[in-house]
């Protein structure tokens, strides 16, 4: 084994310990590992992505279980049409979608399309969270509230789909921003719908025809499976504001550092 493969397989710790300390985020540097470590073409990492975050993030649930920390009402409003979208672009969605076109003299391809807007969502996903003047308030499912929650489950399904991340790092934000949650309990919330939607997305690129390299994917999920155990456990030892901080500077910095990766 290569040292690129260690360095690789090593990530996979580190994403499942981020992915169980702030209910997303980990699966963010999966792409960038499958595609410029493992490379893995975009468009089929999608699927790794989605399998190794789903199994990841259940470990996160299960723990975020015990404390108490998972709004189920609201989770499966956000996780039902979420799991239909995403199930809906890995199945059909992906493989409508042209190898390459040119768009006013540039010639664009399937996989600069997936990584470029899979940047610029998480830039604009940060940059919520990281925004001092939005208030925190709590709010009811009064007011036709649980039609809008399942309009965003629709829409992250459907984007997190396309890109092949869990969604973390938009569904926390819309959870905390959007419906007022704590930190605390957005994360288990938001590990419990990554955990629905990306195992059923899998199953939905897996009838699209993706072929998987489980020597390489199985060493690199069952770390996973450990980091996001011990990120769980260290959650709770954590203030709300501070993982609020952490989730947006980390989900920047990344966002900026694929989007430059790709306009190069």
Known sequence: MEWIDILGHGMGLVIGLILGLLGGGGSVLIMPVLVYLFHIAPA???????????????????????????????????????????????????????????????????????????????????????NPKVEMEKKSFGNNLWWIICLEGLLVGALTGFVGAGGGFLIVPALVVLLGMSMEVAVGTSLFIITVKSLVGFFGAMGSGVEMNWALILPFMALTIVGSYLGTRLRSRIQGATLKRLFGWFVLIMGVVILLKEWN
């Open 44 to 130: 089929d990492a999608t699927a790794y992505s989605l399998l190794v975050v789903g199994f990841g993030a259940l470990m996160g649930t299960l723990g975020s279980i015990q404390t108490k920390q998972v709004d189920w009402k609201t989770g499966g409003l956000f996780a039902l049409p979420s799991m239909l979208a995403v199930y809906a672009v890995q199945r059909w969605g992906l493989t409508a979608i042209p190898t390459s076109w040119t768009l006013w003299g540039y010639e664009l391809t399937k996989d600069t399309l997936i990584m470029g807007v899979f940047s610029l969502l998480m830039i604009a996903a940060a940059l919520s969270m990281l």
